[in-house]
Structure formats: structure tokens, C-alpha cells
């Protein structure tokens, strides 16, 4: 089983950037696909991001797209998620998340896709 744990969430103003990291023990995380989710308080959890073992990222969501960037170094058994030009719609907590399947790639949108989270760092924008 896979222990994900994610740190840099945090306050920022709107048009800051943050990083998230999110690293994982127990098992490396080399063969899967690994993926961001957020939730904001009253909402679903939302899609945010994912990207392949190949370290190929699919489609970001809308709302983040030209502005999130997923990467994972595979060494180090951690994936990143850089958000630059925050907006206070960005606010929620943020969740890393081990894809079900080895070599998955199925659905990364999905939250049912995935079998291990992380605890969820608070990520807070002001205007």
C-alpha cells in the first residue's frame, strides 16, 4: 500500500504562484499513472490534473488549463503540481492520488480511478 503526502498548500494572493508537492512511500509509484484532485467547501471533489507513468499529461481541466502544470520525477517517487496565476476560484483543498491500475490510463478524470490520497493540503487565494 502507498502513503501519499502532499506539503505546500498554503495562503496567496490572487496572481501568485504555488507548488505542491506530493511524495510517496510504502511502493514506488513509477508504473502509475498519478493525478490532482480539489475539493471547495460545499463542491465535488474536481478533476485537476493527472499524468501518465510515462510522464505524458493528459488534458488538464478547464478551469486550470494554461495556468496548472502536473509533473512527476519518478527518482524521487514524487509528483508536483505548479499553479501559477492563482485565482480566488482556485481555493480548495487539494488532493494527490495514486492511479487503481498499473499502466491505467483509463478515465483519469475520474475519482473512482484512483486508490490512495493523500490528506489534502488547503490551498487559499485572496483577491
Known amino acids: 500500500q502507498v502513503q501519499l503526502v502532499e506539503s505546500g498548500g498554503g495562503l496567496a494572493q490572487a496572481g501568485d504562484s504555488l507548488r505542491l508537492s506530493c511524495s510517496a512511500s510504502g511502493r514506488t509509484i513509477r508504473e502509475y499513472a498519478m493525478g490532482w484532485f480539489r475539493q471547495a467547501p460545499g463542491k465535488e471533489r474536481e478533476f485537476v490534473a493527472a499524468?501518465?507513468?510515462?510522464?505524458?499529461?493528459?488534458p488538464d481541466a478547464d478551469s486550470v488549463k494554461g495556468r496548472f502544470t502536473i509533473s512527476r520525477d519518478n527518482a524521487k517517487n514524487t509528483v508536483y503540481l505548479q499553479m501559477n496565476s492563482l485565482k480566488p476560484e482556485d481555493t480548495a483543498v487539494y488532493y494527490c492520488?495514486?492511479?487503481?491500475?498499473?499502466?491505467?490510463?483509463?478515465?483519469?478524470?475520474?475519482?473512482?480511478?484512483?486508490?490512495?490520497w493523500g490528506q489534502g493540503p488547503q490551498v487559499t487565494v485572496s483577491s
Open positions: 492520488t495514486k492511479y487503481r491500475v498499473i499502466y491505467g490510463v483509463a478515465n483519469p478524470h475520474r475519482p473512482d480511478s484512483y486508490d490512495s
Open positions: 499524468i501518465l507513468c510515462s510522464g505524458s499529461s493528459t
